[in-house]
């Protein structure tokens, strides 16, 4: 079956310009979830949508960084006033449910973001 | 913050040796623990997992050890083969003030592991 999709695969903008990455989950996935891979790094936690709403948006760097899921299934991560600093790997990940944890997370290949 | 961490960056075995892979967290709430494989251009990919309320659990040529007592999981991959190659990352889930986890992972760096043939 298919997995969870991004696109674009990658994105190369100018300082100061504006972004959107998305993510199409797994069908009937309830919980979506963001993070950001520099370099060397491990995966770092962004927004957390359980259904329409973001349960938790803790680890949004400023508030450049939006995301939505209107419908519950479609994700956009948006980038306003892009610095070099956030030039990334940036992940989305689906799982089953949300609430209790333990649920496996399903990931995508990811955006790669690259900031002149 | 609270944050997880490896040990060793890279590990480098022949095909066929047994790898260990081990890791390091800080954080006693967390209930949940999963170990991630990536490769070059890839998302991370499930391999693994254990909860907090057991020590030991086996898959398939793999086995994730946790230590409570000492904070510390390790991932053990037995008669490791070329394609196991790639970065191992593992992660801890806990939730938001200590109550139920929801997913929310917290990454450690990652272990680059290498198998020669």
């Known amino acids: 079956g298919a997995g969870v999709s991004q696109t674009p695969s990658n994105k190369v903008t100018e300082k100061g310009k504006y972004v959107e990455l998305r993510c199409d989950p797994i069908?009937?996935?309830?919980?979506l979830y963001w993070y950001r891979q520099s370099l060397g790094q491990g995966p770092e936690f962004l927004i957390y949508?359980?259904?329409?709403?973001?349960?938790?948006d803790s680890g949004l760097p400023n508030d450049r960084f939006f995301a939505v899921r209107p419908e519950g299934s479609v994700s956009t991560l948006k980038i306003q006033r892009t610095e070099r600093g956030d030039s990334a790997v940036y992940l989305c990940?689906?799982?089953?449910f949300g609430v209790g944890g333990g649920n496996e997370q399903f990931f995508g290949p990811g955006t790669r973001l690259t900031v002149l | 913050g609270e944050s997880v961490g490896l040990h060793l960056p890279t590990l480098s075995v022949q095909e066929g040796d047994n790898s260990i892979i081990n890791c390091a967290y800080s954080?006693?709430?967390?209930?949940?623990f999963i170990w991630y494989k990536q490769e070059s251009g890839k998302g991370p990919q499930f391999i693994i997992d254990?909860?907090?309320?057991?020590d030991k659990r086996q898959g398939q040529r793999v086995t994730v050890l946790l230590n409570k007592t000492v904070k510390h999981l390790s991932l053990q991959i037995a008669a490791t083969q070329p394609g196991d190659s790639a970065v191992y990352f593992c992660a801890e889930n806990y939730g938001p003030d200590g109550g139920t986890s929801y997913g929310k992972l917290t990454f450690g760096q990652g272990t680059i592991l290498t198998v020669h043939p």
């Open positions: 254990i909860r907090s309320n057991m």
């Open positions: 949508f359980q259904g329409t709403g973001a349960a938790d």
């Open positions: 990940a689906s799982s089953l």
């Open positions: 954080n006693s709430a967390s209930d949940y």
């Open positions: 069908s009937g996935h309830t919980a």
